[in-house]
């Protein structure tokens, strides 16, 4: 079955303490990308990767990282969450180019920071 | 930039009836996607319905279907004969025909009441 898969689908953390969101696609997508979902804000980008050691920042990049050294994989690094950082993060994948069918979405990481 | 307006947070429908969900959109291209989305309870995103821009027909999936106005920079979404399923929220997102990324409104909360 084609998919997004995400762990973990919760995560409760403490401050300063590092976390990693893993995230893998087995659709042979170039494009992934991770959303972060805020009430009355909708879903704004964190990060994208459009292939293999290519990464850029989207619009809410402070305070993650991300890597892509596989084509399948695109994982978020908090190096040191905040209360800020709560929220529900999603990642999405692509074929590639402007898709007129959308992305595939991850089932989410609900993730709590206190 | 482009910016995407939801300006129903909250819409609420009788089971059966007909609800229309308001999308505007702000943009200086000619050649784009719009979407919409819905997330139920579960939190998945799932592909509704989806219009290429150069397309002046509306695009129809079942029940759900679309209002595209690409003057006025509207997307509606109407749903016809509503079910409780449908209850989720609706989010309106638009992909530039030279980008990668999807831009999302803030979302519209559907109940659909027996």
């Known amino acids: 079955e084609a998919q997004v898969t995400q762990n973990p689908r919760y995560l409760i953390t403490v401050t300063g303490k590092k976390l990693t969101v893993t995230c893998s696609q087995n659709?042979?997508?170039?494009?992934m990308s991770w959303y972060r979902q805020d009430p009355g804000l909708g879903l704004r980008q964190i990060y994208y990767?459009?292939?293999?050691?290519?990464?850029d920042k989207g619009d809410v990049p402070e305070g993650y990282k991300v890597s892509r050294k596989e084509k399948r994989n695109f994982p978020l690094i908090l190096e040191s969450p905040s209360p800020n950082q709560t929220s529900l993060y999603f990642c999405?994948?692509?074929?590639?180019?402007?898709?007129?069918?959308?992305?595939?979405f991850g089932s989410g990481t609900r993730l709590t920071v206190v | 930039a482009q910016t995407v307006t939801q300006s129903q947070p909250e819409m609420s429908v009788q089971e059966a009836e007909t609800v229309t969900l308001s999308c505007t959109y702000d943009?200086?291209?000619?050649?784009?996607?719009l979407f919409w989305y819905k997330q139920p309870p579960s939190r998945q995103m799932i592909l509704v319905i989806r219009?290429?821009?150069?397309?002046?027909q509306n695009a129809t999936e079942n029940r759900f279907s679309v209002n595209f106005q690409k003057a006025a920079k509207s997307f509606s979404l109407k749903i016809s004969d509503s079910q409780l399923g449908d209850t989720a929220m609706y989010f309106c997102?638009?992909?530039?025909?030279?980008?990668?990324?999807?831009?999302f409104g803030s979302g519209t909360r559907l109940l659909v009441r027996p």
């Open positions: 659709m042979n997508h170039e494009y």
């Open positions: 219009q290429e821009a150069y397309k002046q």
């Open positions: 990767s459009m292939n293999v050691e290519v990464t």
């Open positions: 943009t200086s291209e000619n050649n784009y996607y």
């Open positions: 999405a994948s692509s074929l590639g180019g402007a898709n007129p069918y959308g992305y595939t």
């Open positions: 997102a638009f992909l530039r025909g030279s980008s990668y990324k999807l831009i």
